[in-house]
């Protein structure tokens, strides 16, 4: 749907709903487990109220960005692209939740950052079989 003809402006616009769409998914995501793997605190107090609205918040910005960024994308190209999700939430796991990031995960992300450039990046040229 986007072509490099397209006005630079909606160019930008498209890519900044898409990456927003994957970063506040990403973070939605990384804080509803922060919210529930505190052990300490009861459920359905207040403060674990507010960190659950906050999570779900920006989690659904999220979802609004994925909303906006297929008036620009083909689902075909967008939809793979939101599997960038997993690089965040292993790096997110990692850094803050202490989660080990071993060979076979890393393998695992890098094969579907892989899978995904044979989706989204175009090809020229090619015939019909």
């Keep these: 749907m986007i072509s490099e003809a397209s006005n630079p402006r909606l160019r930008l616009i498209a890519y900044i ?12 995501q990384l804080l509803m487990k922060k919210t529930m793997s505190n052990h300490a ?8 109220l507010l960190q659950l609205m906050l ?5 659904s910005i999220g979802v ?9 994308w083909k689902l075909s190209i967008a939809y793979p692209l939101t599997s960038l999700n997993y690089v965040g939430i292993l ?4 850094y803050f939740f202490d989660e080990k990031l071993t060979p076979l995960r890393i393998i695992g992300v ?6 995904i450039l044979f989706v989204v990046i175009p090809v020229k040229n090619h015939k019909r079989i």
């Design 110 to 115: 890098v094969l579907v950052f892989i899978g």
């Design 41 to 48: 605190q009861e459920l359905f107090t207040w403060l674990f």
């Design 64 to 72: 609004v960005n994925w909303i906006l960024a297929l008036r620009f």
């Design 91 to 94: 790096l997110g796991s990692y």
């Design 17 to 28: 709903t898409l990456l927003a769409s994957i970063l506040f998914g990403t973070t939605g």
């Design 55 to 59: 999570a779900l918040s920006v989690y």
